[in-house]
C-alpha cells in the first residue's frame, strides 16, 4: 500500500511539474524537459512550450502523434490545442517539408534545419527555406547529405552509410556540392550508388523510434504539384462551432403530395474529444400540406452527437445524428387537428471546408409522433451554412 502510495504521490508530482512548466515555459523548464524525451508526456508537454514560444518547427518537432498519446490530465487539454494550432500555423507559413531518412533506420543525426536537436531517423521536419546539411556517424565514419528546399516546398534528406557510398568529412568545402533543383520539387546530394531500400511510403509519416505515426494526416498522398500544403486535423482552433444555416429540399408527411420548401437554423457543435463533438441546433420551416394554406409553420430544437469521419487537408467529413423536438403553429388541417408538439430523429452529413467557412451537407428527418391523424412528417435537405470555427 505503501507503494502505491508513493507512486501515486510521484506520478501527480510529475503532471504538476508538467503543468507548472507549461504555464510558465521557462529555460530551465525546457532543460529540465528535454533531459526526459523518452518520456511521452515530457515530450509533447516540451513541444506544446515550444508552441507557446513561437517555434513552430521545434513544436512540430516534439508534438509528433501527441494528439493520440495517453497524457496526464493536467497538461492533455492544453497540448491537444497546441496540436491543432501549430497545424493551423504550418498551414498557413512559408514553411517547407523535409523527410529525414537513413540506412540504416533508427539513426540519430544532426540536422542544420533544426540546430541542437538530436533527431532519429526516419522523422519529417518543417524548416524555413534554405540550404541545410544531414550529418550522421556509423563505425567511426560521418555521413553528410545536402538538402536544398524552396518556401512551401518538400524534399528528402536521405543519409546512405552502405559500405559502398562514400562518406565525407563535414567539414569539406561545400563547393564540391552540387543541387539539382527541378520546377516543381527539390532533390539532395546523394554520395555512391542510388540506395538499394524500401524507401518510405509517399505520406506524412513520421516518428521518433519507429514507433511513432504522424503529425499530419496518415495516408495523406503526396501531391508533387503543390504549390502550399494546409495542415488541418479535425477539431477546430475553438471548442465549440457556431453556424447559420440555410437547406432547401422536399417535405411530405403521407397524406399530401410531397413538396419543395426551404429551412433555416443556428447551428452549434461542442468538441468533446478530437473526433467526437456534441451538436445542437435550432429552426424554422413549413410542414406537412401541399405548398398552399395547408403548409403548417414548425420550430424545432435538435440535440445529439457526431463523429468526425474523414480528414484531409481541405475537408473534414462528420456525420451526426439528433433526438428532435418540434413546436408547431396551426390549428388545424382539412379539419384534422395539429399536435401542437411532436418528435422526431435526424440524421446528417456535413462538410466542413477547412480553408474557408463554409459547411455543407444532407440532413433527414424523420418525425416519431403524429403531425395529424395518422401521419407523420419527414424531410431531406441539402444544407449550405457559415461557420464561425
Excluded at 529525414?100 to 542544420?112: A, K, L, N, R
Amino acid at each position: 500500500m505503501l507503494t502505491l502510495a508513493a507512486t501515486a504521490s510521484a506520478s501527480t508530482a510529475a503532471a504538476g511539474t508538467l503543468a507548472e512548466a507549461l504555464t510558465q515555459h521557462r529555460d530551465a523548464d525546457v532543460t529540465e524537459l528535454r533531459a526526459q524525451l523518452r518520456d511521452v508526456a515530457a515530450r509533447c508537454t516540451l513541444g506544446a512550450v515550444y508552441a507557446r514560444r513561437g517555434d513552430v518547427s521545434r513544436a512540430a518537432l516534439y508534438l509528433t502523434d501527441c494528439d493520440e498519446a495517453a497524457l496526464p490530465a493536467e497538461v492533455s487539454a492544453d497540448i491537444a490545442k497546441a496540436v491543432v494550432a501549430v497545424r493551423k500555423q504550418i498551414g498557413a507559413s512559408e514553411l517547407a517539408k523535409v523527410e529525414i531518412v537513413s540506412t540504416p533506420e533508427g539513426m540519430s543525426v544532426q540536422f542544420d534545419g533544426l540546430p541542437g536537436e538530436a533527431i532519429t531517423t526516419p522523422q519529417t521536419a518543417w524548416i524555413k527555406a534554405g540550404t541545410y546539411e544531414l550529418r550522421g556517424s556509423l563505425d567511426g565514419k560521418t555521413f553528410t547529405t545536402v538538402v536544398n528546399v524552396r518556401a512551401n516546398g518538400r524534399a528528402s534528406a536521405y543519409l546512405d552509410t552502405r559500405s559502398g557510398a562514400a562518406p565525407r568529412s563535414a567539414t569539406e568545402p561545400r563547393d564540391r556540392k552540387v543541387d539539382f533543383v527541378e520546377e516543381f520539387h527539390e532533390e539532395t546530394q546523394h554520395k555512391g550508388q542510388p540506395p538499394d531500400v524500401k524507401h518510405p511510403k509517399l505520406t506524412a509519416n513520421s516518428r521518433w523510434d519507429g514507433t511513432v505515426a504522424v503529425l499530419v494526416q496518415e495516408e495523406q498522398l503526396e501531391d508533387p504539384f503543390a504549390t502550399q500544403r494546409r495542415i488541418t486535423g479535425y477539431g477546430p482552433p475553438r471548442a465549440t462551432w457556431l453556424g447559420l444555416r440555410v437547406g432547401a429540399g422536399m417535405f411530405d408527411d403521407g397524406a399530401t403530395p410531397a413538396r419543395p420548401g426551404f429551412a433555416f437554423g443556428l447551428a452549434a457543435r461542442h468538441a468533446l474529444s478530437p473526433r467526437l463533438f456534441a451538436s445542437g441546433r435550432l429552426d424554422y420551416s413549413t410542414r406537412g400540406g401541399d405548398a398552399g394554406g395547408d403548409a403548417i409553420g414548425v420550430v424545432g430544437a435538435s440535440a445529439g452527437l457526431g463523429t468526425t469521419l474523414v480528414t484531409t487537408p481541405s475537408a473534414a467529413v462528420a456525420v451526426l445524428g439528433q433526438l428532435r423536438g418540434d413546436l408547431r403553429f396551426g390549428d388545424a388541417r382539412h379539419m384534422d387537428p395539429i399536435r401542437r408538439t411532436g418528435a422526431s430523429v435526424a440524421a446528417g452529413l456535413e462538410i466542413a471546408l477547412s480553408s474557408t467557412p463554409i459547411t455543407t451537407g444532407l440532413r433527414f428527418e424523420q418525425g416519431l409522433t403524429t403531425l395529424v391523424a395518422d401521419t407523420r412528417d419527414r424531410a431531406l435537405l441539402l444544407e449550405i451554412g457559415v461557420d464561425w470555427r
